[in-house]
């Protein structure tokens, strides 16, 4: 008993030390609520019981030297692996690394055509897309669908390219231990089903050049013990009273997001176990569709007038529907379902040479009931999202930097 207990306590001390020297040494301090404090106008309502809110910050100051090179210092407001929050779209972003990644694998461009087949009734087959240039599917088209609009079926489609074994082992070799990604997303198909991803093929010049079977997960990778959250919910139209069950739902912890994000940015200054195998375009790519407004995308061409510039930029600009700066960018992935809202970005403001991390998750459903489209988004998530980006913001502003940062990096020349 007393060995598991050591070896227990020294899988938490290694997790720990990983997670400082990735995001800097984390502050488990005063500092984010002392910020908050100054803002009563902002966040008085919501300061007076953050556990109601379920509420978890993370910022990042960035500070660099004269060789342009990056160190990190990490603040943490009320963060907590054991507080479950559904994390909604967030997890996207994983799907597009590591959709990359294993193209990467195969030696295969992310441009070239991916045909979905069905092999079970549940299934949906894809052979075009008439919202890409050349009418067809592929791993690019699927990722900034994803990264410009959050389209649920395009992360499904990247779902089942990598299959839900891969994609948690994957996950659990770079050291992201407390991520689950078990289920499609707006999706009728139950937990067994998920476990089986589609047959794919890609194509090239009517050739296929490689061919993926269907995949099944041998393992189960829910929460080892039951999550239940509110007091009932909905379902089929009739009230069910009884707390609603996330344990078999997606999960991926803040610091995790904080992490990735952070691998995704500065590869260089993240430990090697916790990088992603991605080329120079790749990160190109998702500096470009991370931050792009949908008004300068080409294709899909609907996006241009279907989507407003902040349609899922949350922190700073809180959905706002008029037009945004150009010289302040958010690099971000943004997620909202049951009442949860989450955002996790770079943000980068060009003309002042601004730069941090912030994460940041809200939960909203004032009356514990869930799938009854009543969540307080608007009114409490999204003002509290634009209002903690700001504040952090006007703090960056303040604040003395011995050395300018080089941006360049993350200059990016968009599609219109």
Do not use: W
Request: proline share 5%; charged share 25%; aromatic share 14%.
């Amino acid at each position: 008993m007393v060995k598991i207990i050591v070896r227990n306590l020294l899988i938490i001390l290694c997790y720990t030390l990983c997670s400082e020297q990735v995001m800097g040494q984390i502050q488990h301090d005063s500092f984010i609520e002392k910020l908050l404090k100054k803002h009563p106008d902002r966040f008085s309502e919501i300061l007076k019981t953050p556990e109601k809110y379920n509420i978890q910050i993370l910022y990042t100051k960035i500070d660099r030297n004269l060789k342009n090179e990056p160190h990190f210092k990490t603040y943490a407001y009320r963060v907590n692996r054991g507080e479950y929050f559904y994390p909604a779209s967030t997890v996207k972003l994983l799907a597009v690394v590591l959709a990359f990644e294993k193209l990467n694998r195969l030696g295969i461009d992310k441009d070239t055509p991916m045909l979905t087949e069905a092999a079970r009734p549940e299934q949906t087959k894809v052979a075009s897309d008439s919202s890409s240039q050349n009418g067809l599917p592929s791993v690019a088209h699927y990722a900034k669908k994803v990264l410009l609009a959050s389209d649920n079926d395009a992360f499904n489609r990247l779902y089942e390219f990598i299959g839900q074994e891969e994609f948690n082992e994957g996950l659990l070799k770079k050291g992201y231990k407390g991520v689950r990604i078990v289920h499609r997303l707006e999706s009728s198909i139950g937990s067994e089903n998920n476990r089986y991803t589609n047959p794919i093929k890609f194509v090239q010049d009517g050739k296929v050049i490689y061919e993926q079977p269907e995949r099944y997960s041998p393992r189960t990778y829910f929460a080892n013990k039951p999550i239940l959250r509110g007091i009932g919910y909905m379902d089929g139209g009739k009230m069910v009273d009884e707390p609603f069950a996330f344990t078999e739902k997606n999960c991926f912890p803040l610091e995790e997001q904080h992490q990735v994000l952070k691998a995704i940015f500065f590869p260089a200054q993240t430990l090697a176990q916790q990088r992603f195998d991605l080329k120079e375009s790749d990160y190109r790519f998702l500096y470009q569709y991370m931050s792009q407004f949908p008004v300068e995308t080409s294709f899909p061409a609907n996006y241009t007038d279907d989507y407003y510039d902040g349609s899922v930029k949350y922190l700073l600009f809180g959905a706002t529907q008029t037009r945004l700066p150009r010289h302040i960018r958010l690099f971000n992935k943004s997620g909202e379902a049951y009442g949860y809202l989450l955002d996790n970005a770079y943000i980068a403001d060009f003309e002042k040479g601004i730069e941090f991390m912030l994460s940041a998750v809200i939960y909203v459903n004032e009356d514990g009931v869930f799938n009854d489209d009543q969540y307080e988004y608007k009114t409490m998530g999204l003002p509290f999202m634009a209002n903690l980006g700001k504040t952090i913001f006007e703090y960056e502003l303040s604040r003395k930097r011995m050395v300018r940062p080089d941006l360049e990096r993350f200059e990016v020349e968009y599609d219109k």
